[in-house]
């Protein structure tokens, strides 16, 4: 079984990854397991903050490395709060949605998209990395509802249902999410490039 670094310490993301590439004879280690510190995402663009992360797993651990980046655009924010989604409030989950709410309560425009970017590098210094875009369009509730996922799913209602994604199953929700369409396409053009089988 081969081994790929996921770029990660998100036990969520790595139970997620794993279950999809298990069937693929691929084994995906958390980054952790190597103690890769976190990479301070510097960069301006999901793509840009998705290669640092994965750079710098596939430097330190000497395998292939898998990282994504990704986040929530908010048509009335203007696209806000995108590559800062997880920091936005500096307060974590609860506190980042509900400064959502807050910027959205004197409007009807709640259109929106949770955007997943991934990318798989073979080595440090691959210079054609493999990069999997996907987004999964929706809008912002007015409260939050649901228990299951994290992040913003507590608000965030996708086109497909008239509940938020927290009030989702996990296997409908992979199916349907940003990650869920990118890990679909990643694995495409990894079996194309004679990566996996």
């Not at 330190?60 to 590559?83: H, K, R, Y």
Request: aromatic letters at 8%; glycine letters at 8%; hydrophobic letters at 40%.
């Amino acid at each position: 079984m081969s081994k790929i670094v996921l770029a990660s310490g998100n036990k969520g993301k790595l139970k997620e990854f794993s279950e999809l590439m298990n069937n693929y004879g691929v084994d995906v280690i958390a980054q952790s397991q190597f103690d890769v510190s976190d990479m301070a995402e510097t960069g301006t663009t999901f793509v840009e903050n998705a290669i640092i992360k994965a750079r710098h797993a596939a430097k330190i651990t000497g395998l292939a490395a898998i990282a994504d980046d990704s986040g929530i655009e908010v048509d009335f924010l203007q696209g806000a709060p995108g590559i800062y989604s997880a920091r936005y409030s500096g307060k974590g989950d609860k506190a980042n949605y509900e400064k959502v709410l807050t910027a959205l309560a004197d409007t009807t425009n709640r259109s929106a998209r949770f955007q997943c970017v991934l990318v798989y590098m073979r080595h440090a210094d691959d210079p054609s990395p493999i990069i999997c875009q996907a987004a999964w369009e929706g809008s912002i509730g007015f409260s939050p509802e649901g228990e299951h996922g994290h992040g913003y799913d507590p608000i965030f209602i996708p086109q497909e249902h008239e509940c938020t994604a927290a009030q989702l199953s996990s296997e409908v929700k992979n199916a349907l999410s940003h990650r869920g369409k990118a890990l679909t396409l990643l694995i495409t053009e990894m079996k194309n490039k004679g990566l996996i089988n």
